[in-house]
């Protein structure tokens, strides 16, 4: 079955850029989404399609996919965007989500 | 605007059955497919089900195929989760999705929030 790989944390000092990676065979060919999770809540998708972003998230969130890897990108990164961020695609007749990186602003 | 709102967790016993309910308003929903996805108690998400805007495409993760069963009606606007043979490992909040076109395969823009389900003894 298809696995989709992510860091389990990582970390960023505010205001600097921080970048999520998710890996997975010829992610590329696919389209990857991305969803934010704070503690409690719900997830929110903030980037879908690669590198669209939902009405009312952020332009500070970005995203791209090419060959085995998407990232998410944080410019300019907040304490609000502290969370765990899960990366997801479809694959034969799945939907597969990574393991999950807890983003760590300090 | 989008709402979902689940309904019908609990706890039951292993082997047990359990009818999840996720009530839908804001948006046409026969228009967007519908999911399941779950989070075990300090694990990641865990896609479960999905069913296409139609009703006619359902696929389902290995790890409940032939146990849940997914189904929607349309005339009161409600996704089912059927579960049977509930085990220990089911345990989780179950999340309801909407998916963001009418087949599957895409990503899930509102999210409700969530209804947990125990299995224990």
């Known amino acids: 079955s298809y696995e989709l790989t992510q860091a389990p944390s990582v970390s960023v000092s505010p205001g600097q850029t921080a970048r999520i990676t998710c890996s997975g065979h010829k992610l590329g060919d696919k389209y990857a989404s991305w969803y934010q999770q704070r503690p409690g809540q719900s997830p929110v998708l903030v980037i879908y399609?690669?590198?669209k972003r939902p009405s009312g998230i952020p332009e500070r969130f970005s995203g791209s996919n090419s060959w085995n890897t998407a990232t998410l990108t944080i410019s300019g990164t907040q304490a609000m965007d502290e969370a765990d961020y899960y990366c997801?695609?479809?694959?034969?007749?799945?939907?597969?989500f990574g393991g999950g990186t807890k983003l760590t602003v300090l | 605007e989008v709402h979902l709102v689940e309904s019908g967790g609990g706890l039951v016993q292993p082997g047990g059955s359990l009818r999840l309910s996720c009530a839908a308003s804001?948006?046409?929903?026969?228009?967007?497919?519908m999911s399941w996805v779950r989070q075990a108690p300090g694990k990641g998400l865990e896609w479960v089900s999905t069913i296409s805007g139609s009703g006619i495409d359902t696929y389902s993760a290995d790890s409940v195929k032939g146990r849940f069963t997914i189904s929607r009606d349309i005339s009161k606007n409600t996704l089912y989760l059927q579960m049977n043979s509930l085990r220990a490992e089911d345990t989780a909040i179950y999340y309801c999705?909407?998916?963001?076109?009418?087949?599957?395969?895409?990503?899930?823009?509102?999210w409700g929030q969530g209804t947990l389900v125990t299995v224990s003894s």
């Open positions: 399609e690669d590198s």
């Open positions: 997801q695609t479809w694959d034969s007749s799945s939907v597969v």
């Open positions: 999705a909407k998916d963001t076109q009418t087949v599957a395969g895409t990503s899930f823009d509102y």
């Open positions: 804001g948006f046409t929903f026969t228009t967007y497919a």
